[in-house]
C-alpha cells in the first residue's frame, strides 16, 4: 500500500452521511422517505453485494470525484474503451474478491492528471455508475490509493501505467429519477454523420484545451443542450461525492428545460435542484 501524505489526518467518512447532509435533510425532511439509522443502515453498505457488483462490472464507464486539500473538486469521465483495440474488452473497474475493494487502471494521457494530484493530497473519493439503458445508478465512497502496476494488473490492462484501489466505506443505489434512457450509438439507426448534423455543436475544436476565466459562447450553447451532467462535491473534511443531475422534464409547458443556464457574462452557472430520495449528497 503506498502511503499517502495529508496535511490533516484522514477521517473515517461517517456511515450516515456528512454534517451537511444530516442538517439538510433535518430542515428539508422527504414524506416519502424517511431516512434514520435503521433505514439507512440497511441502504449504505460496507461492502459491494453480488448484485452491485454485476451492475457495476456491465458498465462501460463511470464518474469520479476528487478534491484537493483545499476543497477544489474535479468530476472525471472514466473509461477504458479508447484504450482497447477492436478486438480487446477491458472491465472498466474489478471489484475484488474480498468485496470491500475496487480498483480501476489509468493510463498514459491528461484525462487522469488532475486526479492523481488531487488523490495525493486527500484520498477521499466518490464514484458514480449510471446505466442510461436499464436506468438505474450506484455510489461508492471510499479512500483511494496509487499503487504501481503489479504483472496480474497489466495483464488485465495492458496499456495502463498505474492503478488506482478503492476501499469502500458507502456503497449504496439512487432512485433513477431524471436518468433518461440512452442507446449506443450501434443500437440505432442513424450513423455518426447524421448524428453530427443533429447536433452540429459537438465539434471537436470546442472541446480543445483552454484555459479561461468564462466560459466561451459555444461552451455555453454546448452545456445549455445538455439533458444531463454530472457534479463533483466535497465536505470540510474532504469527504467527496460524484452526483448525478438531469432535468425534470418540461412542467407542462411544451417546452425542454436546460439542466443549467450561463450567466451573460459567462462567470456564474445556475443549476436546478428536484425533490428526490432527499438524501441531499451533494
Not at 450506484?138 to 484501489?165: H, M
Amino acid at each position: 500500500m503506498n502511503k499517502i501524505t495529508v496535511d490533516k489526518p484522514i477521517i473515517p467518512d461517517n456511515r450516515f452521511g456528512h454534517d451537511g447532509e444530516l442538517e439538510m435533510r433535518r430542515r428539508l425532511p422527504s414524506p416519502i422517505y424517511q431516512w434514520d439509522k435503521f433505514t439507512l443502515n440497511n441502504m449504505i453498505q460496507r461492502e459491494v453485494g453480488l448484485g452491485m457488483s454485476r451492475f457495476i462490472g456491465a458498465q462501460n464507464f463511470f464518474f469520479v470525484a476528487t478534491s484537493d486539500k483545499n476543497g477544489n473538486c474535479d468530476a472525471s469521465f472514466i473509461s477504458t474503451f479508447t484504450h482497447q483495440k477492436i478486438d480487446e474488452i477491458f472491465p472498466t473497474c474489478l471489484i475484488l474478491d474480498n468485496r470491500k475493494e475496487l480498483i480501476f487502471p489509468y493510463f498514459d494521457d491528461d484525462t487522469f492528471v488532475k486526479n492523481i494530484k488531487n488523490i495525493k493530497e486527500n484520498p477521499h473519493v466518490g464514484l458514480i455508475f449510471i446505466d442510461f439503458i436499464r436506468i438505474g445508478r450506484i455510489r461508492i465512497n471510499g479512500k483511494a490509493f496509487l499503487e504501481e502496476l503489479t504483472d496480474e494488473v497489466k495483464a488485465i490492462w495492458p496499456r495502463c501505467v498505474g492503478y488506482v484501489r478503492v476501499l469502500i466505506e458507502h456503497a449504496y443505489g439512487n432512485c433513477p429519477a431524471r436518468i433518461p434512457k440512452l442507446y449506443p450509438i450501434e443500437l440505432i439507426e442513424n450513423d455518426l454523420n447524421e448524428v453530427n448534423q443533429l447536433y452540429p455543436l459537438w465539434e471537436h475544436s470546442i472541446f480543445q484545451l483552454r484555459k479561461s476565466n468564462k466560459i466561451e459562447l459555444e461552451l455555453v450553447e454546448f452545456i445549455e443542450s445538455q439533458s444531463f451532467f454530472f457534479i463533483a462535491t466535497a465536505n470540510n473534511d474532504g469527504h467527496c461525492d460524484a452526483s448525478f443531475r438531469g432535468t425534470q422534464g418540461d412542467h407542462g409547458s411544451g417546452k425542454k428545460l436546460p439542466v443549467a443556464k450561463v450567466f451573460n457574462d459567462g462567470k456564474t452557472l445556475i443549476f436546478p435542484d428536484y425533490s428526490g430520495n432527499a438524501l441531499y449528497n451533494s
